[in-house]
């Protein structure tokens, strides 16, 4: 069942690339491609259900589909944008490991209908009190981050991955945080562009609603190294 959901989406991926024959039994798709055969989006269809831990009336009058008379139908619809969008650039922000199938609504909804928002408990690090650097002297090897960011920004971002990975310092950094020595530090490399990239993005992806501040590292890993991969 969970294989038939995740090759739901992956089929569509490769429907967006295919030069496709148009299902005109589809009325309404402004983001899904219109190629879309009837079995693939039945599959993407039930496969929200399962992720979000709702019915197809969360979004949808019966029968009458092609409506958008739900407001949750818009949210959606930004959410699938959001889908589509990390599963394309899925080399630049999840590198070779991540299976294509584990970028989806499970990922952040992981069976409810609005994800709990994520609470860290941030305790300022050590680490940062007596600086590693000089006082005053700036970041040298900053790839993503602005290199504009001064140390006391540089601190929030860093105590803000350790309570919403789960994790200390060492887990990226080796002794001189300069060096890229550790492997996790350039998947936190990645995944901070997916993270900035999401922020920029936030009224396409995520509508006015959601607040900036839930769009983090923890929205996904939760406190956790590695994210629970969401299994309905
Ligand atoms: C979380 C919201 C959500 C849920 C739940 C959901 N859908 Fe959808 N559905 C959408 C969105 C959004 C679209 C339009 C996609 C687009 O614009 O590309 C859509 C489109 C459709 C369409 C195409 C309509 C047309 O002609 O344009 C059908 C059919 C459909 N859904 C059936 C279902 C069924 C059946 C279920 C329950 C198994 C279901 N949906 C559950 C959000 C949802
Ligand atoms: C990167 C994380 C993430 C992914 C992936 C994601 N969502 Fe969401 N979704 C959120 C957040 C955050 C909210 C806002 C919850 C709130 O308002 O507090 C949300 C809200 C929603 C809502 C509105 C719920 C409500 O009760 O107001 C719908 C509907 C929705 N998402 C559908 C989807 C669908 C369908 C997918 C997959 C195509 C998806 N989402 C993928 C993070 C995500
Ligand atoms: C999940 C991985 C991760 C954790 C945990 C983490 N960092 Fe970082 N850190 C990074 C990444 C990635 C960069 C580089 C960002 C960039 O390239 O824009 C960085 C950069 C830095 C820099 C700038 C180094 C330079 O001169 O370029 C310092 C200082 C730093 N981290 C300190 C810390 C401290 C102290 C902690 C613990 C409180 C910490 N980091 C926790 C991933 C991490
Ligand atoms: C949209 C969801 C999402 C967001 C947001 C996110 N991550 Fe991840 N992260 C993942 C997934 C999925 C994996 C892969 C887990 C696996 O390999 O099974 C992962 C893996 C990682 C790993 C490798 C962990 C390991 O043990 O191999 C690091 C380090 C990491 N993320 C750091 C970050 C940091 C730092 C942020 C915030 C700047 C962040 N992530 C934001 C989903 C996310």
Known sequence: MRQLRLAGFLTVTSVLAAPGIAAPEHKNLQVLPRTITNTQLKTMMEGFTEQLGVKCTFCHVLEQYEKDDRPHKADARRMIALVLHMKAKKALYFGPRVK???ISCGLCHRGQAEPEPFVATLLPNLAFLAPP????????????????????????????????LGVKC???????MDKDDR???????RM????????AGKATYFGPRVKDTVITCGMCHRGKAEPELFAP
Do not use: I, Y
């Not at 650097?133 to 350790?162: H, I, Y």
């Not at 492997?183 to 490399?189: E, G, L, S």
């Open 170 to 176: 060492e887990f990226c950094h080796g002794t001189e």
């Open 100 to 102: 294509d199938g584990v």
């Open 192 to 199: 901070l562009r997916l993270t900035l990239d999401l922020k």
């Open 133 to 164: 650097t000089p006082a005053g002297s700036r970041p040298k090897n900053l790839q993503v981050l602005a290199k504009t960011t001064t140390p006391l920004e540089l601190q929030k971002v860093m105590d803000g991955f350790n309570g919403q």
């Open 183 to 189: 492997p996790h530090k350039a998947d936190a490399r």
